[in-house]
């Protein structure tokens, strides 16, 4: 194999900016939900239900963009393609919104949903308050769990999701041009 063949194996991905975007989008998102899934099941830092919510977007990310690089790839119309990375842009946007808002009820900057943070309220009568407890598992969605470099997991989603948003933006922009 020659350089000139090395090189021209990979012009279709560089001569294509939404198939670039939309599969770094999926496999951003797709290392993600493993990395989320890691801190679940390995290192057993249980998500809260704000946690969970967050994911949703990746989860529409990962097929989604596999689908939108494989309408790229295979020359669909241009405003199918553009429509594609729209949404996951959208999407992106939408979830670093929830994670900022997530943040911001770990910071106390502002309350959070009731099903998960605040005080622990109505546990039923005291003969079955013992067993209630040893069924539930609570996690609070106003105490972080982990934090790295300053940031909780939310903090770090909406990194994430603010990369993947501009990911889909200057493909789109390179896209419309193209």
Known sequence: MTLATAHS?????????????????????????????????????????????????????????????????????????????????????ANATLGTYHAGVEWGFWQGPTDCTGPIVNLGNAGSLLEQLDKVKVVRCDEVQWRFLGLSLAGYNVLISLLMAAIAGWGVVKAAKA
């Open 9 to 93: 194996s990979h012009a279709p991905a560089r001569g294509n900016p939404a198939l670039t975007a939309s599969g770094a989008i999926a496999v951003i998102a797709a290392l993600t939900l493993a990395g989320a899934w890691f801190f679940q099941l390995v290192l057993e830092i249980l998500p809260c239900p704000l946690c969970l919510e967050q994911r949703y977007a990746y989860y529409l990310a990962v097929p989604l963009g596999v689908l939108v690089a494989l309408a790229a790839a295979r020359g669909a119309p241009r405003p199918v393609v553009l429509a594609g990375l729209v949404l996951l842009g959208l999407a992106a946007l």
